[in-house]
Each structure stands twice: as C-alpha cells, then as structure tokens.
C-alpha cells in the first residue's frame, strides 16, 4: 500500500467530510416553508453522519503518520429548497465517487478496506435518499390495482 497517496486520499476525504458538515447544518438553519419539518432532521442527521466519518478519518491519518487538514472542501450554499437539496446531492456524488477511487488504494489493508466500504455503503444511501427527495425516480405504475388469482 503506498501510505503516502492513502494518506493523501484520506485527507481529500475528510476535507470532503467537512464541508458536508458545514453544508449539511447551514442548509438545516436555511430551510424554510412546509417542508422544514422533515427536512431540517435529514440534513442534521446527515451532518451529524459526516462528523462521525471525520472523526473516524482524522483518527485514521495519525495513526498512518499523516497530518489530518483542517480545510473543507468548497462549500454551496442557497434559500430555495430544490437548490439547496441539489447541491447537497452533488457534494454526496463527490463524497461516494472519492471514497469508490479511495477503495482501490487500500485492498491490502483490510481494516482500512472495511472502513472505506462502509462509507461507500452509507455515502451510496445518501445519495439515493436525496435522489429521491428531488423525484429524480419516475417510476411507473402499469395497473393501478393489482387483482390475484384465490383459490
Ligand atoms: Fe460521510
Ligand atoms: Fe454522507
């Protein structure tokens, strides 16, 4: 495993993280009309998730010998809530995407692989979450009753 790049890699991530936690909390303030109430938790709670994955990063870097940053990525902010919800979907594609090229650095570290594979896993669900809070998903229905057959 070349330490350095993983060093370098996981040192993207948690930049990636930071701003996810910025993101995330500034929208949760930000948020306004019907749909604060749902809203506001999901974004927390994902805050709150980027923080977790922080932590886990920072402890990581030092215990590999590198120097955890202490600069987020860049950080969108808006009022308008599909906007501000696609922009957090573009920041949870970028997290997922990192932490997939992430994966190919450390197959010969098996913690670190398992590590990098659960968040690929919670990263891979956050996005589908907001996929579907925008309705990116049109699914159809062809009958909209659904008769079976009782014996
Ligand atoms: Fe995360
Ligand atoms: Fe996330």
């Not at 949760?28 to 990063?57: D, N, T, W, Y």
């Not at 669900?125 to 079976?148: A, G, Q, R, Y």
């Amino acid at each position: 495993m070349d330490v350095k790049k993983v060093i370098d890699g996981l040192n993207k991530a948690l930049s990636l993280e930071y701003a996810s936690i910025i993101q995330g909390l500034q929208h949760s303030f930000l948020v306004q009309g019907l749909f604060r109430e749902s809203i506001a938790p999901m974004l927390r709670e994902h805050a709150e998730e980027s923080f977790k994955h922080a932590k886990m990063l920072g402890e990581k870097i030092v215990a590999l010998g590198g120097l955890p940053t202490v600069e987020p990525a860049p950080i969108k902010q808006a009022t308008e809530l599909t906007e501000m919800l696609k922009q957090d979907l573009e920041l949870a594609y970028q997290v997922y995407e990192h932490y997939e090229s992430l994966l190919k650095l450390v197959q010969d570290d098996t913690p670190l692989r398992v590590m990098i594979e659960n968040f690929v896993l919670t990263e891979k669900e956050d996005c589908e979450e907001l996929e579907k809070v925008l309705e990116l998903k049109k699914i159809k229905v062809k009958e909209k009753e659904v008769k079976f057959q009782v014996k």
